[in-house]
């Protein structure tokens, strides 16, 4: 195979476009809401984990998978809408800053219920672990769950770009994600278009959660813990205000942890955090906007 | 103000660590634990206090500056044959050297701040959002570095060996230099300086001031408190490098916007009140009796009574319990003053 240097092979490769594609539907779940809210979701990590002890409940009362997709897209949904009822609303309007701080609040009191009402060891998530094993495509193999999550993304991606494009509701939200008080002025409902946004960043963390849960079963208390950082990370480095910049930040931190993580030896690939976050540390420096973001040069004043 | 009626602001914070101290000195070994903690946390939530609070720029970097100064007083005081065993990869520079108590501290202090001028150099050109998002970067480079790179310390595992030389009083002691250092600070026209960019960036700026060199200052000066913090708090348990992460940012991020970010009587209040209740729901997880009730929480309630504390806090009294002001004795009413107000408001 033409990959073949740097110990590099398909089944790597399709692995780390996997990872990217899981991280670019949590990147748009996350950029959406910062897009009407300008608040960064340190819980989205949290709202992840407690989908996935829904697909473990699921999968312990023994309802065939949808069935459990479905109960996880709902739960997920249910406490992204609570969260927003009871902080984000209260909060509206304050710094981004603060609202970071508080969602670092919230974080830690749903990880610490999680770990109060599950214990340390957490519940087991198996029902879609058969996506696990390989599909034989024309001589490579290559993992189910990597074909699924990458169609999957695709999939919701598109949508996303659809509804914000060709419909109301999503012209009303790349409105409020531009300047949401002229946008309310020319009558755009605030609450609506937040709600929106809320409800499709759970739904988009819902089927994040399906995919991820494929490889981690053991679900605890700091499932999606990590990845939502490095997602975050990624947000930020492809820009946040919009959503297409941060849907390749997001994949890109993905794809470079898969791939590097697989190509990389092990007394290498541990350091690979720090490597990512100085990345990050130089893209704010010197491209405050973002990678993928054109620079608009003005400074807001008050 | 006559500078009379400036002593309260640093003697109250002062008075407070030294009534901590005082009680914990009176109680067994089993509640002195609590208390050397408590006062061990106000000396990080100061330093944390020196940046966030003058300068109202959020950063999540300074418990890597703690981490950086408890690994230097840790690595460079556990003695040398011991080192060897507990730390087989450790570089041999570092074998060979071992410093006492006081002078592992000021290493710790100066490592502390050598890096938080390094980190802040290019770091504190950001604000705002990418400000909090680099700095968490910073945390989690360093958190990273340091759970692998055996060379520089033990690694995942906890310290061991390295005297335990914070009692009451080496943890009241470091409580009180770190609330001087920062009193001391806020007083000097620099702190001036740093809290006018706060209030009005474009005003500052105009006046003369420079924003990144006011914010770099304050910087280090936070991350040699807290790599002071961090060696006290190294020479008082067997700190372990998970130990200084998420966690400890979330409790010490929550005890600052409790106490109050803006001043040093919220940040060395909300150390106090919070490392309270956050000792107290812990020993709960084997039963503390209260007034004869027998009172037994699971693990983890601690954290979720400090979350709600703090999310509570943010949206009705976003100014902390102090209302992030600085300690003042009531005053006389004047007249002119009451008038003086009465023609502002209208």
Redesign the interface.
Known sequence: MTLAFLNLSWPVFADAVALGSIYALMAVGIGLVFGVLRL?NFAYGQLMMAGAFALAFGAQWGLPNWESILFCIGVVVALSLVMDRL?FR??RG?????M???T???A??L???A??AFGSFGKTAGGLAYLQEPWDIFGVEIRKIAIVAIVAAAACLAAIQLLLTRTPVGLHMRAASMDFETARMLGVRANRVITGAVVISGILAAVATVMLSVEQTQVTSTFALSDT?YV??GV?LGG?NRPIPATLGGFSIGFAFGLLGGVLPTNQS??L??FI??A??VV??LR?NGLFTRATGAVE?L | MSQARRIPELLVPVLLILATAWLGLHLSIYFQAYFLDTLVKVSIVVALYVFIGNSGVLSFGTISFVAVGAWTAGVLTVPSEQKQFTMPGLSHFLVTHTVGNVASLALAAAVGGVFALVVGLPLMRLSGLAAGIATFAVLGITYNVLTHEQKIGPGLNAFSGVPQTTGIWQAAIGGIVCVVVAYLYQRTRFGRMLRATREDPAAATASGISIHRQRLLAFTLSGAVAGFAGGIYVHLQPLQVNGLYLDLTFITLAMLVVGGAGSLLGAVVGALALNGIFDFFSAATNTVDVFGWHLKVPAGTAEIVLGVLMAVVLILRPNGITGSREFSLPRRRRPVADLEKARATT
Request: aromatic content about 10%; hydrophobic content about 70%.
């Open positions: 960064v902080v209260p909060l304050h710094t981004p800053a603060v970071l701080v508080a670092f609040a919230v830690f009191i990880q610490n219920i770990l109060i950082i975050l990370m930020v946040l541990q350091y955090p720090s976050f100085a990050v540390i704010l420096l405050p004043r």
